[in-house]
T-cell receptor, first 110, second 115 residues
Framework: DAKTTQPNSMESNEEEPVHLPCNHS???????IHWYRQLPSQGPEYVIH???SNVNNRMASLAIAEDRKSSTLILHRATLRDAAVYYC???????????FGTGTRLKVLA | NAGVMQNPRHLVRRRGQEARLRCSPM?????VYWYRQLPEEGLKFMVY????????ESGMPKERFSAEFPKEGPSILRIQQVVRGDSAAYFC?????????????FGSGTQLSVL
């Protein structure tokens, strides 16, 4: 199964950028990289996804390495509401299920 | 447009009882996924259903667990003869038909506690 590796936790100061890394060395050529986040006592929320090129949306940016073995989620200005567990996810090849990584617990300091 | 609705939000059962978890997907979505989350862990895939069909149940325990998504009504995750190890948060997600890569919309989950 495709798997991802993320740091267990990270801290950031409010209003500063945050770079959340993810390693996925076994990614296949057609696997999309998805990022979701989970706030306390809630279900995961879609953040962004990409295949090969860097992606931007109103929530975040996704930077994908040229060899696609790693990616970085970028929050340009962290707020207290961004405190959550961030999951880097690959769609398992040949199936419909997503393999959730261990997630990174982001703590935002006021 | 209401989001994915799960109920109950909290469910308490004694060992040996049955638990029924309900999930109403977003309007227009015909694909439903169930995930389980143990404390301090990530989400684990259980089952993927389309209307009246189970597409992938590779993450479902072989016994006591079943899921359905009837033509009318919500998707149901059923756990028979619950044990303490079934205590977890169960999340349902839905996605629209025919889109890809699949972007999932999650409900707020059902927290099952087995006494």
């Amino acid at each position: 199964d495709a798997k991802t590796t993320q740091p267990n936790s990270m801290e950031s100061n409010e209003e500063e950028p945050v770079h959340l890394p993810c390693n996925h060395s076994t990614i296949s050529g057609t696997d999309y990289i998805h990022w979701y986040r989970q706030l306390p006592s809630q279900g995961p929320e879609y953040v962004i996804h990409g295949l090969t090129s860097n992606v931007n949306n109103r929530m975040a940016s996704l930077a994908i390495a040229e060899d696609r073995k790693s990616s970085t989620l970028i929050l340009h200005r962290a707020t207290l509401r961004d405190a959550a567990v961030y999951y880097c996810i690959l769609r398992d090849r040949g199936t419909y299920k997503y393999i959730f990584g261990t997630g990174t617990r982001l703590k935002v300091l006021a | 447009n209401a989001g994915v609705m799960q109920n109950p939000r909290h469910l308490v059962r004694r060992r040996g009882q049955e638990a029924r978890l309900r999930c109403s997907p977003m309007k227009g979505h015909s694909h439903v996924y169930w995930y389980r989350q143990l404390p301090e862990e990530g989400l684990k895939f259980m089952v993927y259903l389309q209307k009246e069909n189970i597409i992938d149940e590779s993450g479902m325990p072989k016994e006591r667990f079943s899921a359905e998504f009837p033509k009318e009504g919500p998707s149901i995750l059923r756990i028979q003869q619950v044990v303490r190890g079934d205590s977890a948060a169960y999340f349902c997600a839905s996605s629209p038909e025919g889109t890809g890569p699949e972007k999932l919309f999650f409900g707020s989950g059902t927290q099952l506690s087995v006494l």
